[in-house]
């Protein structure tokens, strides 16, 4: 036997053995999710019980390393970890913005002081990150953000305002992007890391079209910023001036979360799910349900190649682009179809029966899929000009 068919043997006990049940169930509302955080309070006890025990084995953060929280898995065990978990429907032990976007940043790019400090957190589920990005004028084009921090010698004074900041009003902590040098487009932006607690920071609440929505608008009226949190943990992360590249490395990250580039829920196969949901199907649709079965498969297989060839240094540093575009689609064709199978009773907004009109209001929620983290358009231009290198216009 080899060392992966050994360890997924023991895997798969060790699943069989900790997984309640209730966290093999689909996550059918938000409550679902366990987010983490200072303030984050538990559906039920399955769902704690659930969350320490992958704390306690590092199953949080598998790949990271095991001083900052993880397993240490190579990808090979990682990989087969992922499969493992999707073979019994287990749900994450945690979501988190500092899992998918800000850990891998401070894997490449913090201090030792910061990793053992944040990651520790982020892995535990102790702290809740929000992305402080987009502004109001300054989305895909964020060079022309205008949040702004005056330097005070030990600390900055942050005045500003972003905008679809998503958790921001259930966020610990936030990581943001700040110019710092008015006079240097690209390279005066640093990327700091505070409190959303600090004095000064205020959240707002965005309705979306489905009636409801992850996303905030947040101000900042002169904030203080400390350039330090004690010994080999600054303020910021990479250097000042240079947040840009930090932000542009996150980003890929971003996209590829968004894309459902582990082949999750976003991209999963619906096929079967649909009929069991509604019996027998129109013969037009489920052919069309067939199609959508082999494009999310063929996705979850090139997302595996994707992950495997980041792991040993092979990936095109567009690929993310490519993945976010392709799990944009496919997750906006997934809920077409689930409308389209569910008939009228699909459209009905407010029962009971429908988890408070879940299949309307999440149908909605993905045409916002193809604006957040990178418009399709913006995606598309980067893939042909980076990949398929075709001229400029």
Excluded at 25 to 31: A, G, S, T, Y
Excluded at 274 to 299: C, I, N, Q, S, T
Excluded at 315 to 334: D, F, I, S, V, W
Excluded at 355 to 377: C, D, H, M, Q, Y
Aim: glycine share 10%.
């Amino acid at each position: 036997m080899s060392d992966l068919e050994a360890f997924r043997e023991e895997t798969r006990a060790w699943l069989e053995a900790n997984c309640p049940e209730e966290m093999r169930q689909p996550v059918r509302d938000e409550d679902d999710v366990c987010w983490g955080g200072r303030n984050f309070q538990f559906k039920n006890d399955a769902q704690k019980a659930w969350l320490d025990t992958c704390i306690e084995k590092g199953y949080t953060v598998p790949a990271w390393p095991k001083e900052y929280g993880g397993a240490g898995l190579n990808p090979g065990e990682a990989k087969v970890l992922r499969e493992e978990m999707r073979r019994i429907n287990a749900r994450p032990p945690l979501s988190s913005f500092g899992i998918w976007m800000l850990g891998p940043a401070l894997l490449h790019f913090g201090t030792e002081g910061q990793k053992q400090r944040f990651l520790n957190e982020i892995a535990r589920g102790e702290i809740r990150w929000c992305q402080g990005y987009s502004e109001p004028g300054s989305g895909s084009d964020l060079v022309s953000m205008q949040t702004f921090g005056e330097d005070k010698g030990d600390h900055w004074v942050v005045n500003g305002q972003k905008i679809w900041t998503s958790y921001a009003d259930k966020a610990d902590w936030i990581f943001c992007l700040v110019r710092t040098d008015k006079e240097n487009k690209y390279q005066g932006i640093t990327f700091m890391l505070y409190d959303m607690a600090s004095e000064g920071v205020s959240t707002k609440p965005i309705k979306l079209i489905s009636g409801n929505s992850p996303f905030c608008e947040t101000f900042f009226d002169d904030v203080s910023v400390p350039k330090s949190y004690g010994d080999d943990c600054p303020g910021f992360v990479g250097e000042i001036n240079r947040g840009w590249d930090v932000a542009k490395y996150l980003l890929g990250h971003e996209r590829e979360m968004i894309s459902g580039a582990d082949g999750g829920a976003r991209t999963a196969a619906i096929g079967a799910m649909l009929k069991r949901m509604v019996g027998d199907l129109d013969p037009v649709l489920r052919a069309e349900l067939a199609m959508f079965d082999v494009d999310a498969l063929a996705y979850t297989a090139m997302g595996e190649k994707f992950l495997d060839e980041v792991k040993v240094g092979k990936a095109h540093p567009a690929q993310p682009n490519m993945m976010k575009y392709a799990g944009t689609e496919l997750n906006k064709r997934r809920h077409e179809l689930m409308m389209a199978a569910g008939g009228s009773r699909a459209l009905e907004w407010d029962s009971e029966e429908t988890r408070g009109g879940a299949p309307s209001r999440n149908w909605l929620r993905t045409k916002a899929n193809s604006i957040e983290g990178g418009t399709s358009e913006v995606m598309l231009n980067v893939i042909s000009k980076r990949i398929l290198d075709l001229p400029g216009a």
